[in-house]
């Protein structure tokens, strides 16, 4: 079975530019998550949605990020516009049901110059 | 709310000898416990998770943690390294929720060093 599946692995961009990270969570699963790993912070929860619907956002840094999930396969984080401090590596997982189980997709790693 | 604190950013331990890796929880709630262990450039794994019944829990490659109510803590531990152990280990904790998941809390991470 595919596992969670994020794009691009890879993205430098410059400062002030939109960034968008993509993510196909596993079939049947109805909890996403999205994630920010940084040598600093660790791992920070951003958002999280269940059956689609964003349950929380707090931990999203400011109005330059948003996420959406228009359907059960698929989500996107989008940062708008961009800054160096925004380098990190960004994770999505998903989950089913109550069990906290998540898998994680191998990440996005996000250079802003 | 929930916390996760890991002692120790950092451990080292020679090919063959026991792995002690710690973790303290706070939960106001009856927790889920984790373990995920993150290779370089990789996504994090599940190593073993505690839900309910039996406190002491086996993963994958050999590891076992336990868990601890008066003490608050799932402790991960591997009686022999291996240098394919080598890696950042995570302790996670979630809230026993009949819905859908809420998200896993995650300690800062202990990187595993072993030494030949």
């Known amino acids: 079975d595919a596992g969670v599946i994020q794009s691009p692995r890879h993205e430098v961009t410059e400062m002030g530019q939109e960034v968008t990270l993509r993510c196909k969570p596993i079939?049947?699963?109805?909890?996403l998550f999205w994630y920010r790993q940084t040598m600093m912070r660790g791992l920070e929860l951003l958002i999280y949605?269940?059956?689609?619907?964003?349950?929380?956002d707090s931990g999203m840094p400011e109005d330059r990020f948003s996420a959406k999930m228009p359907n059960a396969s698929f989500s996107t984080l989008k940062i708008q516009p961009s800054e160096p401090r925004d380098s990190a590596v960004y994770f999505c997982?998903?989950?089913?049901?109550?069990?906290?189980?998540?898998?994680f997709g191998e990440g996005s790693r996000l250079t802003v110059l | 709310a929930q916390s996760v604190t890991q002692l120790g950013s950092h451990v080292s331990v020679s090919e063959g000898a026991l792995v002690l890796l710690r973790c303290n929880y706070s939960s106001s709630v009856p927790p889920y416990l984790f373990w995920y262990v993150q290779y370089p450039n990789q996504g994090l794994q599940l190593l073993l998770k505690y839900t309910t019944g039996a406190t002491l829990v086996k993963g994958i490659n050999g590891f076992e943690a336990e868990f601890k109510k008066s003490e608050t803590s799932f402790h991960l531990t591997k009686p022999s390294a291996h240098m394919s152990d080598a890696a950042e280990y995570f302790c996670?904790?979630?809230?026993?929720?009949?819905?859908?998941?809420?998200?896993?809390?995650f300690g800062k991470g202990t990187h595993l060093i072993i030494q030949p």
């Open positions: 997982a998903s989950g089913r049901g109550s069990t906290g189980e998540l898998f």
């Open positions: 079939s049947g699963h109805n909890s």
């Open positions: 996670a904790v979630s809230p026993i929720s009949g819905g859908g998941a809420d998200g896993l809390t």
């Open positions: 949605f269940n059956n689609n619907v964003p349950i929380d």
